[in-house]
């Protein structure tokens, strides 16, 4: 048990935050500037200058980087530097970078003059590529997008997940499921790798870290063979902030708003010589009102029976984030970085359901509207749920003389605990009048999660423009649930109830080795790759000593090719392989307990799912926009698919995941952004898709046939001197299911910044703003019908007020600068 929200015992930790120690001391002394290095970037095929290129000065000595910056929007530069014996390099996406040693000194100004530096275009290159100091909101790949989230205003003051639900091409379910393309199965990497960060169930994780501990939300849509192969629809990789330029410099925000929410962080950078210091620190309260209803009708007879449910929750999360470490150089070849990583939770909810049950006749008229509401029974779910995670991560990263080649090893240790005590009380209203409460129980479920995962990368370069990538990879995975329900029996002893009181224990190794080629001729490039992966998982039973045990391997081949246009045109086609392992509560055999006529439980004899995907696109661009289009299709074996059975005697429906079906998943998506003139900008993503499932159970069709869409579009309007405006729709049409259907949603966001000084911004934002956000579904079958909707939250309104030290403000790039070309290539 854990007694207070923020611990430190750990002597890594406390190692740590003793190399903090200099950032914390900072300011006392400031080292003096003896000259200032001047210069500008332009683009040597059309003479213009190239804002946000980077320019890196290095010591001739030795090669230490001393500092660097990012070109104002004229292309110039200014960096101070203490000796002339330098050198710098100036970069820029998709340019090849350039090296300068030679520099026009002005003894009386103490001015280093670089001069004109002019970067012509480069090839693509056969690697993904970092994007760095590009800031518009969204940059569009054939196979990847990068979503900036320092742009996006509305959803400051908020959460992973709320900037998740705004990603073109990703949606987010009110119970924190996130889909791409509108399939499920999404991998979640933090910085690349999984995380503790994410915690046991995802959902709540993802509400648990601050949007402004976010760099950019990277998605990739069918990952290489360099990927683990876990994530059917694909990868989204949320990277966190860390600066690298000298000196120091940071962002401190605070927000509140309405219904009760407060947050603050802070983002931190210190670098001098070889040693590079970073902190994020956040905390979070919120406090969600949710209201929900779900109306049954069960067919038995002439006569028919409904129940008529209501939810009324409070969720109140109070949660800390902190993330800290640094990089050092050991020369100027090898680096090595460590980071720890602390987050706690604290969940209080509270859920009260009414159930009325009523008889109508077969030709009488029904629905919800006509149940009496008079005589109901109340049953309460009086929740408290723990926290707490810790993550520990090595990187190592070592460059060679040959260009292009380099290795890259990593290890990381997490660890995550939920802990969740309910207690439960039904009673029974009659006339509205309380009759008292004839049934008492309680619950108590800890779940543990502990994985170390290793890894080692190597590219390297061949001749004729080619590359050669290989690497190993294991991950052992331990997650167990200890799960207590309990009843009162004549108000003086707890009785534990059968079938529902268990230990669960799931064990998972995952071991993998791969390989890539790839190779650019001319205006193709192309590569290919294989991954094996081999799987250990066993899942145990503990009362009742059921073990299930399950290993399989697997390969997972990959390929994309690229084709160069005349007139900024590219067209890829590509190709992966890839699986879903079924997920811990997949698996849990234990029921939920909080509404007991609507039982959902895991099944431990579930088998993987297999998708092979297919994807061909083109990109588009030019100096005001840009357009992306891809066509996709994915077919999946086994796949998990929920089924549920209801017992229409006593009105209660169980729901339990099963392979049954096959699944193809088709669709064409466009994507764009067009910079219409100096105060306006407008982007926008549509998918429309087609889903086939065909499966059957126990006689009964669970085929389902559904065409759909869903989009967004958003404006961004500079009004005012310092300030901006953005609106965004949301609309996702309805959408056929195995049982039934979801019906549509459409959400409104706004936001609105302005600058009060240089170093301080404001910003009102109102998330779903129409309160529209809400999932209603219909389901049909032979002996029911029912008709539910839900609503997590209501609309979050907040104030941020950002203060930034020695940091420069998060600026639009226009035109050119909103694509990133190299992708998964």
């Excluded at 970037?41 to 030795?62: H, L, N, R």
């Excluded at 003894?107 to 800031?135: F, N, R």
């Excluded at 991998?187 to 993802?206: E, F, M």
Aim: glycine fraction near 8%.
């Amino acid at each position: 048990m854990y007694s207070i929200p923020f611990k430190f015992c750990n002597p890594f930790l406390a190692l740590l935050l003793f190399l903090m120690l200099p950032v914390l001391s900072f300011s006392q002394k400031a080292d003096i500037i003896a000259l200032k290095l001047t210069g500008k970037v332009i683009d040597q095929t059309t003479g213009g200058p190239m804002e946000y290129a980077t320019v890196s000065v290095f010591s001739s000595k030795d090669s230490t980087l001393l500092g660097g910056t990012l070109t104002e929007m004229d292309g110039s530069f200014e960096i101070g530097v203490k000796s002339p014996d330098i050198y710098l390099v100036a970069e820029f996406l998709s340019f090849q970078s350039k090296s300068l040693n030679e520099f026009r000194l002005n003894k009386d100004s103490g001015i280093l003059d670089a001069g004109i530096i002019e970067l012509s275009p480069d090839a693509v290159a056969l690697e993904t590529v970092e994007i760095k100091g590009q800031k518009s909101e969204t940059q569009f790949a054939l196979d990847k997008r990068v979503f900036n989230v320092g742009n996006d205003l509305a959803n400051r003051g908020g959460t992973a997940q709320d900037i998740l639900d705004n990603v073109p091409s990703v949606t987010v379910d009110l119970d924190g499921s996130v889909s791409l393309r509108g399939s499920g199965s999404v991998r979640i990497l933090i910085n690349g790798q999984p995380s503790g960060l994410v915690g046991i169930s995802g959902a709540n994780g993802l509400r648990s870290i601050p949007a402004a501990m976010i760099e950019r939300i990277e998605v990739i849509t069918n990952p290489s063979a360099r990927y683990e192969a876990e994530g059917m629809s694909g990868i989204i990789n949320i990277v966190l902030k860390k600066d690298a330029r000298c000196g120091f410099n940071g962002t401190f925000e605070v927000s509140g708003g309405f219904p009760d929410n407060a947050a603050a962080s802070a983002n931190l950078n210190y670098r001098k010589g070889k040693f590079n210091y970073f902190l994020n620190y956040g905390i979070n309260y919120r406090k969600n009102p949710g209201i929900g209803y779900s109306y049954q009708e069960f067919y038995t007879g002439e006569d028919i029976n409904v129940t008529y449910v209501t939810r009324d929750a409070v969720r109140k999360n109070l949660s800390n984030n902190i993330r800290l470490g640094l990089d050092f150089d050991i020369s100027d070849m090898q680096t090595i970085s460590g980071s720890f990583l602390y987050r706690y939770s604290d969940n209080n909810n509270f859920t009260p359901i009414r159930y009325y049950d009523h008889v109508f006749s077969a030709n009488e008229s029904r629905g919800r509207f006509l149940v009496p509401t008079q005589n109901y029974i109340l049953r309460t779910d009086s929740e408290k749920e723990k926290s707490p995670t810790l993550e520990y991560t090595l990187d190592y990263k070592k460059r060679f003389k040959q260009e292009g080649r380099e290795l890259k090893a990593m290890i990381q240790y997490s660890q995550n605990t939920e802990t969740e005590n309910s207690d439960y009380a039904e009673g029974r209203y009659t006339s509205t009048l309380f009759e008292g409460n004839y049934l008492t129980q309680r619950s108590a479920n800890e779940e543990q999660q502990k994985t170390t995962i290793a890894q080692v990368d190597y590219i390297h370069p061949l001749s004729k423009g080619a590359k050669l990538e290989a690497g190993l990879r294991s991950a052992i995975r331990s997650v167990s649930n200890d799960f207590i329900v309990e009843e009162l029996r004549n108000n003086t002893e707890w009785i534990n109830l059968e079938g529902l009181t268990n230990y669960f224990i799931y064990d998972e190794s995952v071991h993998a080795a791969y390989a890539i080629f790839g190779q650019k001729k001319n205006r193709l490039s192309y590569q290919a790759g294989i991954r094996a992966e081999y799987s250990d998982v066993n899942t145990r039973l503990v009362q009742t000593n059921e073990v299930n045990p399950r290993n399989y391997l697997d390969f997972f081949p990959s390929g994309h090719v690229n084709y160069e246009l005349a007139g900024n045109n590219q067209l890829q086609v590509s190709f992966s392989r890839r699986v879903r392992r079924p997920r811990f509560w997949d698996l849990n055999p234990f029921f939920s307990f909080s509404d007991a006529r609507n039982i959902f439980a895991g099944n431990p004899n579930l088998d993987p799912e297999y998708t092979n995907s297919y994807e061909a696109g083109h990109l588009k661009f030019w100096d005001k926009g840009n357009i992306g289009t891809n066509i996709y299709f994915r077919r999946t074996t086994d796949v998990i698919q929920r089924v549920r059975l209801v017992d229409a005697v006593s009105g209660t429906s169980f729901t339990q995941p099963l392979n049954l079906a096959t699944s193809d998943n088709m669709g064409l998506e466009f994507l764009f952004a067009y910079n219409v003139n100096k105060w306006l900008r407008l982007d926008g993503n549509v998918n429309f898709f087609r889903n086939i499932t065909e499966g059957r159970f126990e006689g009964t069709d669970l085929s389902a046939d559904s065409y759909s869409w869903f989009g967004r579009i958003g404006s961004r309007v500079s009004f005012w001197k310092n300030a901006e405006l953005q609106v965004r729709l949301n609309y996702r049409a309805p959408v056929d299911i195995p049982q039934g259907v979801n019906r549509e949603i459409y959400v409104v966001d706004i936001g609105f910044t302005k600058d009060i000084t240089k170093d301080l911004s404001f910003t009102f934002a109102a998330r779903d703003l129409l309160n529209t956000r809400r999932r209603n579904t219909e389901l049909f079958g032979d002996d029911f019908y029912e008709r539910s909707e839900q609503q997590w939250r209501r609309t979050p309104i907040v104030l941020t007020f950002n203060y930034r030290v020695n940091a420069k403000k998060e600026r639009k790039r226009q035109g050119r600068g909103d694509m990133d070309f190299d992708g998964e290539m």
